[in-house]
Structures are given as C-alpha cells and as structure tokens.
C-alpha cells in the first residue's frame, strides 16, 4: 500500500518562502513521477508541479513558474516543493501525488494521471 504524508505547511507572510516535504513508503519511490496539487478554499484542485521518476524532467503551472521548484530525493523517498515569493492566491492545501506508471516519461499535469495522494498540507500566505 502507498502512503503518502506532508508536511511543512504553515502560515507565511506575503513574500514569505516555505518548503514542503512528501515521504513516500510501500513500494520504490525511484521508479514514478511524482506531483504537487494545490485546492483553495471553494475551488477545484489544481496542478502545481510534477517531477519525473529520476528527476530529469519537471513540468510547473503558469502560475508558480519561476517561484516554486519541485525536486526529489530518492535515497529519502521524499520530494519537496521550494515555494518563494509567496502570494495570498498561494493560499490552499497542497497535496502530493504519485501514479503507477513505472518510470513513465510523460508528466501528468491533471488529477486522473494520479492513483495515490496525501492527506494533504494547509498552507496560509497572509497579506
């Protein structure tokens, strides 16, 4: 069974940074992609990032390109998400993602491309 656990959310001032962290366990980590998703309060989940299963390759939403960067730690099974500059719309609870295609080369930026996802990490940019 694949588990999937946040943390390093919190509450940050507008230009503020935060880290956060997935630990994976119950199976490889190294060989699938994983994702960050984010859902504000009254709206759809959203894609934020993914990274490829080696790291090679990342793909980020328009609206964190240049802010926020997705890397991966396989001796760790873990992967993090570096947000700087931190914007009140950054508000909402992120939640890490993974899928079952083993060392798949194509980044999913939608929710169906994902089988196994964490409970989720409240992060609060004040203005």
């Known amino acids: 069974q694949v588990q999937l656990e946040e943390s390093g959310g919190g509450l940050v001032q507008n230009g503020g940074s935060l880290r956060l962290s997935c630990a994976a366990s119950?199976?490889?980590?190294?060989?699938?992609?994983m994702a960050w998703f984010r859902q504000a309060p009254g709206k759809e989940r959203e894609f934020v990032a993914a990274?490829?299963?080696?790291?090679?390759?990342?793909t980020y939403a328009d609206s964190v390109k240049g802010r926020f960067t997705i890397s991966r730690d396989n001796a760790k099974d873990t992967v993090y998400l570096q947000m700087n500059s931190l914007k009140p719309e950054d508000t909402a609870v992120y939640y890490c993602?993974?899928?079952?295609?083993?060392?798949?080369?194509?980044?999913?930026?939608?929710?169906?491309?994902?089988?196994?996802w964490g409970q989720g990490t409240q992060v609060t940019v004040s203005s």
């Open positions: 119950g199976r490889t980590f190294s060989s699938y992609a």
């Open positions: 990274i490829s299963w080696n790291g090679g390759s990342t």
């Open positions: 993602a993974t899928n079952t295609y083993y060392r798949g080369s194509y980044l999913y930026t939608a929710e169906r491309g994902y089988s196994y």
